[in-house]
């Protein structure tokens, strides 16, 4: 849904000052805006050590108003090695047609003082409307201009200039901007360069990393700019939170709250939102109210109906970017994309009488949204935020397969949500709370009753619950069952290389929100003679155990917390029936309960009516843990490794 794309990618056009940017289905050719200042490239940083490119000169200038927005960039590169060769074959620039047009300014070598010009007023740029994410169910309408670099050899200097502009027509008169520093090695010169009316609402914001920007106002006009010789990338901290792995960025934004963003969807929304007097969806709206007056029962339902009868695929030509389609356009289509398959479910949810609401969230990058500027940009998702009861629930007409009623629903992991309402809201925080029952609970028991040189019976069983389990049914929907078997086998195999499954089995759990494997074959058993005690033991391979943190390099945010999956709950037990009862056999293991590195590890070893078993739950308890956590945690983790589970046996 979000039109960032096209903002955070830079690409290319000549700046319209006085009217929105008109339809442009080819590029535009020729000397950059007035408003630019076109830098000279440096000399180049030292190449020992440097990647295969070298980046020279990194220029990116934006010009913001309320008539719309532009954005130019250059980027000078040396080719050090032969290998940078093949990541420089093409160059290419992306645009959407509806509202905005691309210009280009150069494209040459420089090769010996000398210039070839590739350009030639762009007879050779190749324009195609590319939807490349087809095969992902979206389509965006976006056109594309690429070019060969024809003759670029080792030690030639590719020199590149293009700008973008154009008006989004939902945000209006609001900009937004974002920078950074992404180039590998050493540039030898980094510079941001924004320019808006003086007395224009415009803020800005930077990151660990990114540096300090100067302001001043020059004729009416309001600078904001960053000139860094010998820039160096700042890289993120491995392992942490990603509002600590945004490094090096530079946001600016004309949007006035996130309350503001909130208003200005609300509208958009509404409108979708409404069915026909004659729609044949009202026939299963009234299915649904016939069947339950429980409003829980009726949401799920709705959720349900759109999950199942409309299939999902974006579309973002022209204002599809932002704007849902109505609701009986989707429903008439039978697909539609997050923003369509929203208001289709809010429209139902209306006409049965469950409060609910649209709610912007992001897709992967919902954590630390709360310091970031607000705009449109910061979402490229929409779900539906419903309180029953007293109790927010969150739906995702976009998912699939959900079968176990509204309770089972986990609150989606984006961290935060913007409520959009005609009156405005602010984010709301997602809360999750760790898992009271595994999500995974993997049982591998083994036959030994017949004798400890004999293979074992072997039975597997992996049970998976919510989203897991979700995910399972649609794999199991969509394979044919004889290579969902072969690929069962195959990866048993690689893991456990002694083990030989027969048979497998599985059964889907719908009622109780589970879905469960079943294998069965045989082991053979490693018994192994410890010639210090006399006897023979069995090792049980190790169970699972929380994951390690690396250590940090220096670098911005290198005191960040570390993430730890959440939530996250897995049991594992091994269980071996043992022979004459288990008389004479002892078994040593560790047992009891502790907090590592954020999980709770709980495991136990004892042997009972001639069964071994070994159990290991671990579940995590928050989402990070600080760098003393961590670090205590990798101590910890040397010793748990260190620790055996054994089954001994009589002399």
């Known amino acids: 849904m979000s039109r960032f794309s096209s903002l955070a990618a830079g690409l290319a056009a000549a700046f319209l000052l006085s009217v929105p940017a008109l339809a442009a289905p080819k590029p535009a050719f020729g ?28 220029d990116n200038q934006s010009r913001l108003t309320p008539q719309g927005d532009a954005f130019y960039n250059r980027r000078v590169q040396r080719v050090l090695k032969p290998e940078g060769l093949a990541a420089m074959t093409t160059f290419g620039v992306t645009w959407d047609p509806q509202d905005e047009v691309v210009t280009v300014h150069s494209l040459k070598i420089i090769r010996g003082g000398k210039t070839i010009d590739l350009l030639g007023k762009g007879r050779k740029m190749l324009v195609l409307r590319r939807e490349q994410d087809l095969e992902r169910a979206m389509l965006d309408g ?15 200097i590719l020199d590149t200039a293009w700008t973008t502009s154009g008006r989004d027509p939902v945000a209006g008169n609001r900009s937004y901007d974002m920078e950074g520093l992404r180039f590998p090695g050493v540039a030898g010169r980094y510079r941001v360069r924004l320019s808006w009316p003086e007395g224009t609402p415009i803020r800005y914001r930077t990151t660990e990393g990114f540096g300090t ?13 960053m000139d860094a010789p010998r820039a160096e990338s700042p890289k993120p901290p491995v392992g942490a939170p990603q509002r600590f792995r945004r490094v090096g960025f530079l946001e600016t934004s004309g949007f006035e709250s996130w309350n503001e963003v909130s208003r200005i969807m609300a509208p958009l929304y509404a409108r979708a939102a409404t069915i026909a007097p004659d729609s044949d969806l009202r026939a299963e709206i009234a299915a649904i109210a016939a069947r339950t007056s429980d409003p829980k029962e009726r949401a799920f339902a709705a959720l349900r109906l759109v999950e199942d009868k409309t299939r999902y695929f974006f579309v973002g030509i022209g204002d599809g970017g932002y704007v849902p389609a109505p609701a009986d356009l989707t429903w008439s289509r039978k697909f539609g994309d997050c923003k369509g398959k929203t208001v289709l479910l809010l429209a139902i949810l209306k006409e049965l009488g469950v409060p609910a609401e649209p709610a912007l969230v992001s897709l992967g990058g919902g954590d630390g949204m709360n310091e970031r500027l607000p705009s449109l940009a910061a979402f490229n998702h929409v779900i539906v935020r419903s309180r029953i009861d007293g109790k927010v629930y969150w739906l995702d007409g976009t998912r699939t397969g959900d079968r176990s009623g509204l309770e089972a629903l986990r609150p989606p992991p984006h961290r935060w949500a913007l409520p959009v309402r005609a009156a405005g809201a602010d984010l709301e925080a997602i809360e999750m709370t760790p898992l009271d029952a595994p999500q995974l609970e993997a049982t591998l028991s083994l036959d030994a009753s017949r004798g400890l040189d004999l293979p074992a019976a072997l039975k597997i069983r992996t049970r998976l619950k919510g989203d897991a389990a979700n995910a399972m049914r649609q794999m199991v929907a969509v394979t044919p069952r004889a290579d969902l078997e072969r690929n069962f086998r195959q990866q048993l195999s690689g893991n456990m290389s002694w083990v030989e499954v027969e048979k497998v089995e599985w059964a889907d759990d719908a009622a109780n929100d589970a879905f469960e494997i079943r294998l069965a074959g045989r082991a053979d058993l490693d018994w192994r003679k410890n010639p210090d005690l006399g006897m023979r033991e069995y090792k049980v391979v190790a169970s699972s155990q929380p994951a390690g943190f690396p250590r940090r390099e220096p ?8 993430a730890v999956p959440f939530p996250y709950f897995v049991r594992a037990v091994t269980e071996v029936i043992l022979p004459a009862g288990g008389k004479g056999f002892s078994v040593r293991g560790p047992s009891g309960k502790e907090v590592v590195g954020g999980m709770e590890l709980t495991r136990s070893s004892d042997l009972a009516g001639g069964v071994a078993r070994f159990t290991t739950d671990v579940r995590s308890l928050a989402p990070e843990i600080s760098v003393t956590e961590a670090e205590a945690a990798t101590r910890s983790q040397r010793r748990i490794a260190a620790e055996d589970s054994l089954i001994r046996a009589p002399l």
């Open 31 to 58: 000397p950059p805006p007035k408003w630019v200042t076109v830098a000279e490239a440096p000399e180049a940083p030292p190449a020992d050590g440097a990647p295969a490119v070298q980046t020279l000169l990194d």
């Open 142 to 156: 976006r056109m594309s201009a690429t070019q060969q670099i024809e003759g670029l050899q080792v030690g030639d």
């Open 213 to 225: 920007p100067k302001v001043m106002n020059v004729d009416g006009w309001t600078y904001l700019e």
């Open 555 to 562: 670098g911005p945010n290198r005191d960040a917390p570390f």
